[in-house]
């Protein structure tokens, strides 16, 4: 069974950092693009940051640019989304998604990603 689990939300003060990983069982991850997704109370879901399958391609949303910061660790079959200087509108439920088996170097668009995780709350609060 595929499986998607993501991990390490919590309640952060603003200016703070987390770490999320997103760990894949049932499949490795090396052939699959993985994005990670957020949604918060009464909003649509919306793409934070995402990585290709080689791990050479990445693309963040306006809103995060040089504050997180996405890798894959194939070895350890996780990705991580780094996120720093956190700030009240970050809070939100976070999804990673998989988009593959591929061979291409690139980010999968919103539509592609097959395989969800149940997502880890993220709340920045003083």
């Known amino acids: 069974q595929l499986q998607l689990v993501e991990s390490g939300g919590g309640l952060v003060q603003p200016g703070g950092s987390l770490r999320l990983s997103c760990a894949a069982s049932?499949?490795?991850?090396?052939?699959?693009?993985i994005g990670w997704f957020r949604q918060a109370p009464g909003k649509e879901r919306e793409g934070v940051s995402c990585?290709?399958?080689?791990?050479?391609?990445?693309n963040y949303a306006d809103s995060v640019k040089g504050r997180f910061a996405i890798s894959r660790d194939n070895a350890k079959n996780t990705v991580y989304l780094q996120m720093n200087s956190l700030k009240p509108e970050d809070t939100a439920i976070y999804y990673c998604?998989?988009?593959?088996?591929?061979?291409?170097?690139?980010?999968?668009?919103?539509?592609?990603?097959?395989?969800w995780g149940q997502g880890t709350q993220v709340t920045v609060s003083s």
């Open positions: 990585i290709s399958v080689g791990g050479a391609t990445t």
């Open positions: 049932g499949f490795t991850l090396d052939y699959y693009a």
């Open positions: 998604a998989a988009h593959g088996p591929t061979s291409q170097n690139r980010c999968a668009k919103g539509n592609e990603y097959r395989y």
